[in-house]
């Protein structure tokens, strides 16, 4: 394109420079905005990203993130960034029961969705009655068609109404629910549940391929990733923190910062989270059923131990308070205090990182309490985690981690040209993407607002990336 017509193509402002809103830049790019990305840190990424430990001098997730393969928007994203080699894919899922039995997991030569079926065969801690009783639940979720109804409805409820005994329901259920919807097992939809086991397990072979960074995400995401949109022309504003909109009949005009400057554009993007969103828009757009909402905690557990206990890279607890234990990311064990000028009094720490969502329940303002209770959650799993000394550790909630897929949430996501009569287009985990909020989440709804923003104006082909196909038997199985 020549510059002079670059610069007579429609400008846009992004507002939030988080997954969805970097997404929201690519694509439009793409389209031939000229855009300009408005974020209040001081690096992208948003909820994907990390702090400094200050007594080890390293970068660390505020919480591990891992994506699967069947998140192709994702894998799109890292290509798209030049950062996919910086993440690793695990095919073992390793399972701990909650005496410790250790159950490695990969995909069988059959196919799917009986690819998984081993896994089912071995839960642990539950009779061979039970394994039938969870085939014929996942049978029946199969059978489900994805209506709007789902939505409306409690999973455990209809779990309870198949005849899943309670027993079935914490120990299997809920340790493959809770941790990939983000909140605990009596909030969670029919619908949500549906579309995690199908998409993740039940549809395609390679689908639960876990995607796991292997240095901090504010490295990668923030530092690089920001690179990545700044040599393709895109605008980016740190510290910039959006306070409201100026509007001329109903129409979106500019955005102006809190310390009063003024953003002027053709279009905006908002790619703010849910609970953000109103008081930025209110004046003139009705946001009252994002309003309704919930949030959902969760929590990263950071850990530093005298001894090493964990010798896979990841561990998933059956029935237990700590659900994913997490080794440390690969690169940030060439990074020592020595290297940083401090004093090395690290070596021989050994880090864990444990996830614990929908935290509700966890006391809260009380690290060590906490502390203690994972430290004796982990003894009771791993007999050499009990024979090792929890040197320190640091608890990170967030109580607006996720939004909750509870019944109604659905309702209250909006479409990403919801306020397009108003010259705005909305972006972020919690828009009308039909998934949970997740990085894949994200990501598609940058790329939907792309769409819908283009297709009213330049105009181009569809972004999105559809999903992984499914399998031929998952084809004829699957409703
Ligand atoms: C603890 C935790 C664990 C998680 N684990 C996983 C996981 O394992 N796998 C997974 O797929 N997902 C996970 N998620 C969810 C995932 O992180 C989010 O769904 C996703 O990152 C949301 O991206 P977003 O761009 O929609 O929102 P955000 O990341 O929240 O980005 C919004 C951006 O907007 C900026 N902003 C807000 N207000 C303003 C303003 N007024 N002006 C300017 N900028 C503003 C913010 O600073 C932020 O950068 C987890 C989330 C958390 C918190």
């Not at 809770?178 to 072979?205: E, P, Y």
């Not at 909630?397 to 949430?409: E, K, Q």
């Not at 990085?439 to 999903?467: D, F, H, K, Q, Y």
């Amino acid at each position: 394109m020549r510059p002079d017509a670059f610069h007579s193509n429609p400008s846009v402002i992004i507002v939030g420079g988080g997954l969805a809103g970097m997404s929201a830049a690519i694509g439009l790019h793409q389209k031939g905005f000229r855009v300009r990305l408005l974020e209040s840190r001081r690096r992208l990424g948003g909820r994907v990203g990390s702090f400094e430990d200050s007594s080890s001098g390293k970068n660390l997730d505020y919480c591990q993130h891992v994506g699967m393969a069947c998140c192709t928007n994702l894998d799109w994203f890292l290509q798209e960034l030049n950062i996919a080699t910086r993440w690793r894919r695990e095919r073992v899922l390793h399972f701990f029961s909650s005496t410790g039995k250790h159950l490695p997991v990969n995909a069988s030569i059959l196919p799917a969705p009986l690819h998984l079926s081993g896994l089912l065969r071995r839960w642990p801690g539950i009779t061979h009655a039970d394994r039938i009783q969870i085939a014929w639940g996942l049978w029946k979720l199969m059978r489900l068609k994805a209506t709007p109804s789902l939505d409306e409805q409690l999973a455990i409820e209809w779990l309870r109404g198949i005849g899943q005994r309670e027993e079935v329901i914490t120990r299997f259920w809920s340790t493959i629910l809770v941790s990939a919807l983000g909140d605990q097992i009596d909030r969670v939809t029919l619908g949500a549940t549906r579309k995690v086991l199908i998409d993740g397990f039940a549809a395609n072979r390679e689908a639960y391929n876990l995607l796991v960074p292997e240095q901090p995400l504010s490295e990668i995401i923030g530092e690089l990733g920001g690179q990545s949109l700044e040599s393709r022309g895109i605008q980016i504003d740190y510290g910039v923190t959006i306070d409201h909109c100026t509007w001329t009949d109903g129409c979106c005009q500019s955005v102006v910062s809190r310390e009063g400057k003024q953003f002027t554009a053709d279009h905006f993007v908002f790619a703010v989270p849910w609970h953000r969103i109103s008081r930025l828009i209110e004046e003139h757009c009705d946001v009252d059923s994002v309003s309704k909402l919930q949030s959902a905690p969760i929590t990263g557990v950071h850990t530093w131990w005298d001894r090493s206990w964990l010798e896979p890279p990841h561990a998933i607890l059956v029935d237990r308070l700590c659900q994913w234990v997490f080794k440390e990311p690969i690169d940030n064990k060439t990074l020592h205090r020595s290297q940083l000028n401090l004093d090395p009094v690290d070596h021989n720490e050994h880090y864990y990182q444990i996830v614990i969502s929908g935290s509700r329940n966890l006391p809260k303002g009380d690290s060590n309490q906490v502390l203690e209770m994972v430290a004796a959650d982990l003894a009771a799993v791993f007999p050499s985690a009990a024979k090792a000394k929890l040197l320190r550790g640091r608890v990170v909630t967030d109580p607006n981690s996720v939004f909750s897929v509870s019944p109604g949430h659905q309702k209250s996501r909006l479409a990403a040209d919801h306020f397009a009569s108003n010259n705005l287009w909305l972006a972020g985990d919690w828009t009308d993407t039909q998934w949970p909020a997740t990085m894949e989440g994200a990501i598609r709804s940058g790329l939907i607002a792309a769409n819908r923003l283009g297709e009213s104006t330049i105009s181009a082909p569809s972004l999105v990336v559809s999903g992984l196909p499914k399998g031929w038997l998952s084809r004829w199985l699957i409703a």
